[in-house]
C-alpha cells in the first residue's frame, strides 16, 4: 500500500526531531543594501523598478529591470577577490557578512564541521559567453583556469564557506524560482537529520544580462512596460508579465536548543516545508501541484489553515501564474482564502530568480517582526480569477504570527515554508 502524506507527517512527528530556527538575515536587493533598508522600502511602498541601465536595449524589446545600485563590492571583499569572483558571489558574500553579523555567530566559537552553506545560483551567461569567445580567440592555452569554479553552481557557497571557515555541509540546490525557499527547506533537513547545528542558506542571482532578457522576452514571460512604475502589478488585471531582477538573501538557520544556548536572536520558526512537482509543463504552472506543496508545508508543521495569519505569495505579475496560485490557494484554504491577507514582495523588486524565494522570506519575518503588512503596489484594477485580498498599495497594521511562503519554480519545481513567530 502506498504512503501517503499523513503516514509521512505522523512519522515524521514520532522522531522527535529539532526544530529549527532563524536567527541571521542578510541581503543585497534594489530595494536596499541590507535587511533595514530593504523593509523601510517594503513599508513605504517604494519600487525599486526602473530603467536598464547595465546594458544597451536599443534592441530589446523590454526597457526596465530591478537592478541593485550603488553597490561596491570593495565594501565587502578583499579587492584581490573582487577581481578573482563574479558578481553573483559579491553579492552573496555581502548578504552572508550581514546575516552572520546578525545572528551574532561566532565561528571561533563554533565547531566547523558542524556549520554548513547552501546558496542557490544562477550562471551567469555573459561569463561563459566571454570565456567561449577569449577561446575562439586565443586558443585553449589561454583559457581561464578557474573558468569551472567561478562558473559552477556552488561557486557562492563554496565562497562563502571559505570566507567562513564552515566545513560543514556545502552545497547548492537549483529549483529555477523556487530555489531560494528549497536552500532554505534542504537546509533545515540537513539540521533536522543532524548533519549541522548551523546553516547558512539562500540563493544569490546576477543573472540579469542580455541573453536572458531576450530569451524570457520571447517567450512572453516579461513586462514590456515602458513605465517603470507600472511595470509590475500582481494580481491586477492588467498585469503583463514579471520584471527581471537580481540580488541575494541569506539566512542564518540552527536548532532552537543551539540558539538559545547561544542566547543568539530568534526571529521566526521553520515549521514547515513542503515540495511538489507539476510534471505538466516546461513553462505553465498546475494549482493542484502547488496546493499540495502547501498543504505539504502545513501538515509537515503542524499548523492547521485557520492559524494561517499572511500569506506571501509567488505572485510574479504574469497572467498565468497570478490566476494559478490564487486557484491553488482558494483549493488549500476553502472560503478562509478570501480572510487571509496575501501581499506580492515583487512588487517592489522585481523577480531576483533564485534568490527571490529567500529575499521574501526575509520580508515575511519583517512583517511578522514589525506588525506591518507591505502592500501589493500598482494593484488597479481587480481580475475575477484573483480575487483574494492581496493588501493593495498601502501597507496594513497586523499581528502576523504564522506565515505561509509560496515559491514555484518556471518548470514547475514549487517549495513552500510555513514560519511561526516565536515571542
Same mark, same amino acid.
Given at each position: 500500500? &502506498?504512503?501517503?502524506?499523513?503516514?509521512?507527517?505522523?512519522?515524521?512527528?514520532?522522531?522527535?526531531?529539532?526544530?529549527?530556527?532563524?536567527?541571521?538575515?542578510?541581503?543585497?536587493?534594489?530595494?536596499?543594501?541590507?535587511?533595514?533598508?530593504?523593509?523601510?522600502?517594503?513599508? &513605504?511602498?517604494?519600487?525599486?523598478?526602473?530603467?536598464?541601465?547595465?546594458?544597451?536595449?536599443?534592441?530589446?524589446?523590454?526597457?526596465?529591470?530591478?537592478?541593485?545600485?550603488?553597490?561596491?563590492?570593495?565594501?565587502?571583499?578583499?579587492?584581490?577577490?573582487?577581481?578573482?569572483?563574479?558578481?553573483?558571489?559579491?553579492?552573496?558574500?555581502?548578504?552572508?557578512?550581514?546575516?552572520?553579523?546578525?545572528?551574532?555567530?561566532?565561528?571561533?566559537?563554533?565547531?566547523?564541521?558542524?556549520?554548513?552553506?547552501?546558496?542557490?545560483?544562477?550562471?551567469?551567461?555573459?561569463?561563459?559567453?566571454?570565456?567561449?569567445?577569449?577561446?575562439?580567440?586565443?586558443?585553449?592555452?589561454?583559457?581561464?583556469?578557474?573558468?569551472?569554479?567561478?562558473?559552477?553552481?556552488?561557486? &557562492?557557497?563554496?565562497?562563502?564557506?571559505?570566507?567562513?571557515?564552515?566545513?560543514?555541509?556545502?552545497?547548492?540546490?537549483?529549483?529555477?524560482?523556487?530555489?531560494?525557499?528549497?536552500?532554505?527547506?534542504?537546509?533545515?533537513?540537513?539540521?533536522?537529520?543532524?548533519?549541522?547545528?548551523?546553516?547558512?542558506?539562500?540563493?544569490?542571482?546576477?543573472?540579469?544580462?542580455?541573453?536572458?532578457?531576450?530569451?524570457?522576452?520571447?517567450?512572453?514571460?516579461?513586462?514590456?512596460?515602458?513605465?517603470?512604475?507600472?511595470?509590475?502589478?500582481?494580481?491586477?488585471?492588467?498585469?503583463?508579465?514579471?520584471?527581471?531582477?537580481?540580488?541575494?538573501?541569506?539566512?542564518?538557520?540552527?536548532?532552537?536548543?543551539?540558539?538559545?544556548?547561544?542566547?543568539?536572536?530568534?526571529?521566526?520558526?521553520?515549521?514547515?516545508?513542503?515540495?511538489?512537482?507539476?510534471?505538466?509543463?516546461?513553462?505553465?504552472?498546475?494549482?493542484?501541484?502547488?496546493?499540495?506543496?502547501?498543504?505539504?508545508?502545513?501538515?509537515?508543521?503542524?499548523?492547521?489553515?485557520?492559524?494561517?495569519?499572511?500569506?506571501?505569495?509567488?505572485?510574479?505579475?504574469?497572467?498565468?501564474?497570478?490566476?494559478?496560485?490564487?486557484?491553488?490557494?482558494?483549493?488549500?484554504?476553502?472560503?478562509?482564502?478570501?480572510?487571509?491577507?496575501?501581499?506580492?514582495?515583487?512588487?517592489?523588486?522585481?523577480?531576483?530568480?533564485?534568490?527571490?524565494?529567500?529575499?521574501?522570506?526575509?520580508?515575511?519575518?519583517?512583517?511578522?517582526?514589525?506588525?506591518?503588512?507591505?502592500?501589493?503596489?500598482?494593484?488597479?484594477?481587480?481580475?475575477?480569477?484573483?480575487?483574494?485580498?492581496?493588501?493593495?498599495?498601502?501597507?496594513?497594521?497586523?499581528?502576523?504570527?504564522?506565515?505561509?511562503?509560496?515559491?514555484?519554480?518556471?518548470?514547475?519545481?514549487?517549495?513552500?515554508?510555513?514560519?511561526?513567530?516565536?515571542?
Amino acid at each position: 500500500m &502506498a504512503r501517503t502524506a499523513e503516514d509521512a507527517r505522523n512519522s515524521w512527528r514520532r522522531m522527535d526531531l529539532p526544530r529549527v530556527v532563524v536567527t541571521g538575515m542578510g541581503t543585497i536587493n534594489p530595494l536596499g543594501l541590507s535587511v533595514n533598508e530593504f523593509w523601510q522600502g517594503l513599508a &513605504a511602498g517604494k519600487s525599486a523598478i526602473g530603467p536598464i541601465t547595465r546594458f544597451d536595449t536599443s534592441n530589446h524589446r523590454v526597457k526596465v529591470d530591478a537592478e541593485v545600485r550603488n553597490f561596491d563590492p570593495a565594501e565587502y571583499l578583499d579587492p584581490k577577490v573582487v577581481d578573482r569572483t563574479s558578481r553573483t558571489i559579491h553579492f552573496a558574500i555581502a548578504a552572508a557578512k550581514e546575516a552572520v553579523q546578525s545572528a551574532g555567530l561566532d565561528m571561533t566559537r563554533e565547531s566547523p564541521e558542524r556549520v554548513g552553506v547552501i546558496i542557490s545560483t544562477m550562471t551567469e551567461q555573459g561569463y561563459i559567453i566571454r570565456g567561449w569567445e577569449l577561446y575562439q580567440r586565443v586558443g585553449p592555452r589561454r583559457a581561464d583556469p578557474l573558468f569551472i569554479t567561478k562558473s559552477g553552481a556552488s561557486a &557562492a557557497s563554496m565562497q562563502v564557506g571559505m570566507m567562513l571557515g564552515a566545513k560543514g555541509p556545502n552545497t547548492a540546490v537549483n529549483s529555477l524560482c523556487a530555489s531560494g525557499v528549497d536552500s532554505i527547506g534542504t537546509a533545515t533537513n540537513f539540521i533536522r537529520l543532524g548533519y549541522a547545528d548551523v546553516m547558512i542558506a539562500g540563493g544569490s542571482d546576477a543573472s540579469l544580462e542580455p541573453v536572458s532578457i531576450a530569451g524570457m522576452d520571447v517567450l512572453g514571460a516579461l513586462s514590456r512596460e515602458s513605465d517603470p512604475a507600472k511595470a509590475c502589478r500582481p494580481f491586477d488585471l492588467n498585469r503583463n508579465g514579471f520584471v527581471y531582477g537580481e540580488g541575494a538573501g541569506l539566512v542564518v538557520l540552527e536548532t532552537y536548543e543551539h540558539a538559545t544556548r547561544r542566547g543568539a536572536p530568534i526571529l521566526a520558526e521553520v515549521a514547515g516545508v513542503g515540495w511538489s512537482f507539476d510534471a505538466f509543463d516546461a513553462t505553465a504552472p498546475a494549482p493542484e501541484a502547488e496546493a499540495y506543496a502547501m498543504r505539504t508545508a502545513l501538515q509537515f508543521g503542524g499548523v492547521s489553515t485557520d492559524e494561517v495569519d499572511y500569506i506571501n505569495p509567488h505572485g510574479t505579475s504574469t497572467k498565468l501564474n497570478d490566476a494559478c496560485e490564487t486557484k491553488a490557494i482558494k483549493m488549500v484554504f476553502g472560503e478562509r482564502a478570501y480572510k487571509i491577507p496575501i501581499s506580492s514582495t515583487k512588487s517592489m523588486i522585481g523577480h531576483i530568480i533564485t534568490a527571490a524565494g529567500v529575499i521574501e522570506t526575509i520580508a515575511a519575518i519583517s512583517v511578522m517582526h514589525n506588525g506591518i503588512i507591505h502592500p501589493t503596489i500598482n494593484y488597479e484594477t481587480p481580475d475575477p480569477d484573483c480575487d483574494l485580498d492581496y493588501v493593495p498599495n498601502v501597507p496594513r497594521p497586523a499581528e502576523v504570527n504564522v506565515c505561509l511562503k509560496n515559491s514555484f519554480g518556471l518548470g514547475g519545481e514549487n517549495c513552500c515554508l510555513v514560519l511561526r513567530r516565536i515571542a
